[in-house]
């Protein structure tokens, strides 16, 4: 009787919590519109349009905290029960167009089948073929709590509204044995990402005998089939029918195993990080890959061990997180624009605003530059924020200056590593071809310059990036390597740094620790962007299309100056043509620049952010996620090169092999690759304008940078007497920029805007070359008129 009145008792609550699931499904409505939520997705299911069905518990809490409260404590049971409300209260589909497919056929095919054995099967087989609910089931069901990317940030904390746990994500250390078969929010990092392979929901059996089928459901991670056909004819007849599976007839889900690790801020001093991992299936698969830091909501479940792990272990159970939703703390750049067409990106609908109060009223039309006949162009909000931002007179350092903006100076640095986050477009030939567009830089200089902030703080704002030091990385932790999956023990390539960066950046930092035969394996990604393996019977070729940051001390520690450059950066040339730009920054003494510095250090460590600009003078600089959208919108454009601006890089190419032919203690190696990575500069610079044209002042600045990043190596020779590296006076090298521009242009005038893009070019400022056209004007050698344009006295041959 006991046991009679306790099965009653689970049957009625049962019951009652099926009721009550099909009464939120059925009426709960969204605060904004009124409209039936849940009705309305399991239309969409009903049409074929969705293939799960996402209920957020904090709609779940505000409707009923107590059915909130039982989903979260035993989240695998309410799974049945939602499905099974889901399923009552499907709507019949609108939609008449929608063909049949294999599910529609089998289950019409069974059907007929089981009206026409209806007379022969006697009733006590009823409810062997009934077709289970799973397996002619459209959808999955699905508990999330909706946390957003900024809830990763370490700074998130709970609204008195999500009582769904103490916090709204978890460290891995928070899950104890009490929250076993709850949902939980854990964060981590995604460290291997299995194949997603099969996994079998229904198996459908077929005796060979009398023809019944008979389906078996699986629940757990081992079952046992069926061989013996528990049909009342093959009983009757005394036959033993032998059952065959069937797999055309059983049902498969997608499945695929990650692993979670602990986030290095979430690791107590003197541990190692957790690990834990998790089960995806369905449409959860392939959302995230190895490198990505994410939140995962998911189901905190224990496995027992098999085999001889189970002896061994006796009662201690393993534990896995069966995943409901995954959210990712940084979008990748195509993600980023697939969530702001669809008018969810972060922070873009406040970006809309800010650009329609500036004046765009329309909202989403605006004119577009190259547009045919100045036609208007749709945008999304993402694009018109950043539009917004590219129209301002400042905006190539205001986004510079946004990147790391507590270090203190290092502007060009800043522009150079904008630039490398932004990258060229990759051209692909017809003949197979494959020129990479992702920007390579390596900064080498003395101890304490900043250069591993700077390396962080670009792994921060890039969307996909891996951070490594060259001691602690071998050529296989670089590459790949060869190990064997726990689930199949089958021998599996595992992704190094560079795979794992794939369309992303990867930063080295102490680059001239690496041995030589590991800093060899960087070769080929840097220049083809692959990774070639041949090992253990696996011959294949991995994608590295990975943008290489690097930092580096000089070969003495410091730089030497009574040594050649070539000396001091103990780099073979093969390495040092593969980066485009090789900054070399050194620490001189210099009082005004020291008391800054100080100064700016100061005020950080006393606020805990860098000095505020000068708002007459210059703009804010971008939050992280405001910068990383606009970089999203830029790299949707495909700049070209001009026909006309061909002889213009041609000539200065030829210029800088000059210039190095010139020098017998030369800072770099230009060879063809210099000549490609100005192309690759001037195109970034171009997506950083959101034009689809390079302009002759993106070869510029291109060169100009290229100058600069030797700079302060001109400049300490100089303080060491080298005549034979001694920098030309820059109001002497301005004039003689003008005057070979007169002489090969043949004309007596040149004007003031061609005098200011030369004197960029090369590096002279701007207040040098007004120096230069007063001085020289004073001297008689030519007359500056009203537009400051030069007017040579006596020709240009004078």
Not at 511 to 518: P, R
Request: hydrophobic letters at 40%.
């Amino acid at each position: 009787m006991a046991s009679a009145s306790m099965g009653s008792m689970l049957s009625g609550k049962y019951s009652e919590a099926l009721s009550s699931a099909r009464l939120f499904l059925s009426s709960f409505s969204s605060t904004n519109g009124g409209d039936l939520k849940y009705l309305s997705n399991l239309q969409d299911i009903a049409n074929r349009k969705r293939s799960s069905l996402i209920i957020d518990m904090n709609d779940l809490y505000a409707y009923d905290p107590e059915l909130c409260e039982s989903v979260k404590g035993n989240t695998k049971r309410y799974m049945n029960v939602f499905a099974e409300a889901a399923d009552a209260a499907m709507p019949p589909a609108t939609d008449t167009s929608i063909p049949d497919d294999v599910i529609d056929t089998l289950t019409r095919q069974r059907r007929e089948a089981q009206r026409e054995q209806e007379g022969d099967t006697p009733a006590a087989d009823d409810d062997l073929q009934q077709l289970p609910a799973v397996l002619t089931r459209r959808f999955e069901v699905l508990f999330t709590n909706a946390v957003k990317p900024e809830d990763l940030k370490p700074t998130a904390t709970t609204t008195d509204k999500d009582k769904l746990s103490e916090a709204a994500v978890l460290p891995l250390r928070a899950l104890t044995a009490d929250r076993i078969g709850s949902l939980v929010c854990v964060r981590g990092i995604i460290t291997k990402v299995t194949d997603v392979k099969p996994q079998l929901q229904v198996a459908t059996y077929t005796c060979d005998e009398c023809g019944f089928e008979i389906y078996q459901e699986i629940t757990g991670g081992q079952y046992m089939p069926i061989t013996e056909c528990p049909a009342t004819v093959c009983r009757t007849r005394k036959v033993n029918g032998s059952l065959f599976h069937q797999p055309r007839g059983s049902k498969f889900v997608k499945y695929q195993e990650v692993k979670l690790q602990e986030l290095s801020g979430d690791v107590p001093i003197g541990h190692t990080p957790r690990s834990l991992t998790i089960h995806v299936r369905g449409t959860l698969t392939r959302t995230a890959s190895a490198g990505d830091s994410v939140a995962i909501t998911g189901i905190f479940l224990p496995v027992p061990f098999t085999g001889y792990k189970a002896m061994r272990a006796g009662l201690i159970a393993d534990t896995y997180l069966e995943a409901m939703n995954i959210c990712k703390e940084k979008q990748s750049f195509d993600e980023s624009r697939g969530s702001a067409e669809g008018g969810s990106a972060d922070g873009s609908a406040e970006a809309a605003e800010a650009a329609a109060a500036d004046g765009n009223q329309e909202g989403a039309i605006v004119p577009v530059e190259g547009a045919a006949g100045g036609a208007a162009f749709v945008m999304d909000a993402e694009e018109i924020a950043a539009r917004h931002i590219a129209n301002s007179p400042d905006a190539y350092d205001r986004l510079a200056r946004s990147i790391a903006p507590e270090i203190y100076g290092f502007v060009d640095v800043k522009k150079a590593l904008l630039l490398l986050l932004v990258g060229a477009p990759t051209r692909q030939l017809t003949d197979g071809l494959r020129i990479r567009g992702d920007v390579h830089i390596c900064l080498m200089g003395d101890p304490g310059v900043a250069k591993s902030q700077l390396l962080k703080q670009v792994c921060q704002v890039a969307p996909r990036s891996v951070y490594t030091t060259g001691r602690g990385s071998s050529g296989v932790g670089l590459t790949a390597a060869v190990t064997r999956d726990a689930v199949t023990n089958e021998l599996v390539l595992e992704g190094g740094a560079l795979v794992l960066a794939d369309n992303g950046v990867c930063c080295i930092d102490e680059f001239d620790k690496m041995d030589e035969s590991d800093r060899t394996a960087i070769h080929e990604v840097m220049e083809q962007q692959t990774v070639s393996i041949a090992k253990a019977g696996i011959t294949t070729t991995l994608n590295a299309r990975t943008s290489v940051l690097s930092a580096a001390n000089p070969k003495y520690g410091r730089y030497d100056l009574r040594a050649t450059p070539s000396e001091n950066i103990d780099m073979p040339a093969a390495l040092l043509s593969r980066f485009d730009l090789l900054f070399l920054i050194l620490d001189r003494s210099d009082r005004d620049r020291d008391e800054r510095l100080a100064h700016h250090v100061l005020h950080v460590h006393a606020h805990g952010a860098a000095p505020d600009p000068d708002a007459e003078v210059t703009a804010a600089g971008l939050t992280p996620e405001q910068l990383r959208s606009y970089i999203s919108v830029a790299r949707r454009r495909d700049p070209l090169v001009p026909t006309g601006l061909a002889d213009y890089v041609a000539a200065a190419y030829a210029e800088l092999r000059k210039e190095e032919a010139a020098t017998d203690r030369p800072h770099s190696y230009t060879t063809a690759r210099t000549l490609l990575a100005v192309l690759r500069l001037g195109s970034a610079l171009a997506r950083l304008r959101l034009a689809d044209e390079v302009a002759q002042a993106d070869v510029d600045e291109a060169l100009r940078l290229m100058r600069v990043s030797k700079a302060s190596l001109y400049a300490e020779a100089e303080d060491a007497g080298d005549a034979r590296r001694r920098r030309a006076d820059p109001v002497s090298a301005a004039f003689a920029l003008i005057r070979e521009e007169a002489i090969r242009t043949d004309a007596s005038v040149v004007t003031h805007e061609r005098c200011a893009e030369l004197a960029t070019g090369a590096g002279i400022s701007a207040e040098d070359l007004e120096e230069c056209l007063n001085e020289y004007a004073e001297l008689n050698v030519w007359v500056l008129n009203d537009n400051r344009d030069v007017v040579l006295v006596g020709g240009a041959d004078e």
